[in-house]
């Protein structure tokens, strides 16, 4: 069996409109029947990318065909040596679910954004 460990923490930064990220569980399920069996495990953190926050120490893994006695003791022993800090999980969540049209925060938001886009972009 093979193991795909798919780094996807530089999925913002893309900078070719015509080339977006692709996430490899999407590639995985667009390949053909005798692949999309194969196991993998994404991970994304806030401390790289256009988010950036560097010591924020917050992110996540998503585990895809994992077998489930596996992804049991996985979560078992995460649960019992994790402990992440308030502002890391706050982190997290404004990573996966940022301010969004018609929020106060969203203008603001979406400038830093793009202003930390645009300055990566040109680096």
């Excluded at 930064?13 to 015509?18: G, I």
């Excluded at 495990?41 to 998503?62: I, P």
């Excluded at 203008?107 to 954004?113: C, F, I, T």
């Amino acid at each position: 069996n093979l193991l795909l460990l798919a780094d996807e923490v530089y999925q913002e930064n893309v900078y070719v409109k015509h080339k977006p990220f692709i996430s490899f569980k999407k590639k995985l399920y667009s390949m053909p029947e005798k692949y999309r069996s194969l196991e993998l495990v994404s991970f994304n953190s806030t401390s790289k990318g256009v988010l950036g926050e560097c010591g924020k120490r917050g992110g996540y893994f998503e585990l895809t065909n994992i077998d489930p006695e596996v992804k049991h003791q996985i979560y078992k022993t995460l649960s019992v040596t994790l402990c992440p800090n308030i502002i890391g999980q706050l982190t997290v969540d404004l990573m996966v679910a940022p301010p969004v049209p018609g929020d106060e925060s969203y203008d603001l938001y979406m400038k830093e954004r793009t202003n930390i886009y645009e300055s990566l972009k040109t680096r």
